[in-house]
C-alpha cells in the first residue's frame, strides 16, 4: 500500500513569490493535515481536512496560506505572497479516524 | 506554556548500552500520546500510541510506557540502526491535532 505522498520533494523561491505544495494522502483515508516544522522548532499543527472540509484552522498562521481539498482527495497548500519565516519544513499526514496519522517525507520550503 | 516537553535533547549511547527517553505532557484531556521515530530527511514514522495511564507497548527493542504526566520510551540493547530522532506528540480530546515536543536526537555508536 502506498504511503504519503508529497511534492515537490524541496522549493526554492524568492520572497513575494508563490509556491503551491501538494499532498496525497493513503487511500482510504477521509482525514488530512498539514504540519510545519521551521528551524530549531517542534513540529507545528496548521489545518485538519474531513474528505474535502475544513474541521480543524487553527493552526493557520495568516491568510497567505490557503489549503483545499477538491473531490476528498489530493490537497495543496498554497503561500501567496511568500515571506522569508515562511521556510520550513512542511508535512502532509494522514488518517482513517482520530489515531495513527502517517506522515509523508515532507517539502522543504526555502524563501530567499 | 509548552504541552510536550522532551528530555533530554540528544542521547548518545554505546551499542547495547539501554536507556529511556522522557515525555512530559500538560492536556486538560489527553486522548492518545504518540511516538514517532525520523530519520533525517524523511518524515516521521509511527511507532505507538497510548491512551491510559499504566498503559505499555512494545516493539523489538523499543517500550513505551504512560502515567498521568509523562511518558517513557525505553530503549533496550540499541543498535547504530536505532539512530534517529524521537518524537513524542499528543492528542486532546478536542481535536485531532498532534501537539509535537522538540524530539531527542539520539545516536548509538558501534
Known amino acids: 500500500e502506498a504511503g504519503v505522498t508529497q511534492f515537490p520533494s524541496h522549493s526554492v523561491i524568492e520572497k513575494g513569490q508563490t509556491v503551491t505544495l501538494r499532498c496525497d494522502p493513503i487511500?482510504?483515508?477521509?482525514?488530512l493535515y498539514w504540519y510545519r516544522r521551521v528551524m530549531g522548532k517542534e513540529i507545528k499543527f496548521l489545518l485538519h481536512?474531513?474528505?474535502?472540509?475544513?474541521?480543524?484552522e487553527s493552526g493557520m498562521p495568516n491568510n497567505r496560506f490557503l489549503a483545499e481539498r477538491t473531490g476528498g482527495t489530493y490537497s495543496t497548500l498554497k503561500v501567496q505572497p511568500a515571506e522569508l519565516e515562511d521556510s520550513g519544513v512542511y508535512f502532509c499526514?494522514?488518517?482513517?479516524?482520530?489515531?495513527?496519522?502517517?506522515f509523508g517525507p515532507g517539502t522543504r520550503l526555502t524563501v530567499l | 506554556e509548552d504541552q510536550v516537553t522532551q528530555s533530554p535533547e540528544a542521547l548518545r549511547l554505546q551499542e547495547g548500552e539501554s536507556s529511556s527517553l522522557n515525555c512530559s505532557y500538560t492536556?486538560?484531556?489527553?486522548?492518545?500520546l504518540f511516538w514517532y521515530r525520523q530519520d533525517p530527511g524523511k518524515g516521521p514514522e509511527f511507532l505507538f500510541t497510548?491512551?491510559?495511564a499504566g498503559e505499555e507497548k512494545e516493539k523489538e527493542r523499543l517500550k513505551a510506557t504512560l502515567t498521568k504526566k509523562e511518558s517513557f520510551l525505553h530503549i533496550t540493547a540499541p543498535k547504530p540502526e536505532d539512530s534517529a530522532t524521537y518524537l513524542c506528540?499528543?492528542?486532546?480530546?478536542?481535536?485531532?491535532?498532534?501537539?509535537f515536543g522538540k524530539g531527542t536526537s539520539l545516536l548509538v555508536t558501534p
Open positions: 497510548l491512551y491510559s
Open positions: 506528540a499528543v492528542q486532546e480530546y478536542s481535536g485531532y491535532a498532534l501537539n
Open positions: 492536556v486538560s484531556g489527553l486522548r492518545g
Open positions: 481536512f474531513v474528505k474535502e472540509s475544513k474541521q480543524d
Open positions: 499526514a494522514s488518517s482513517q479516524d482520530w489515531y495513527e496519522q502517517f
Open positions: 487511500s482510504g483515508h477521509d482525514n
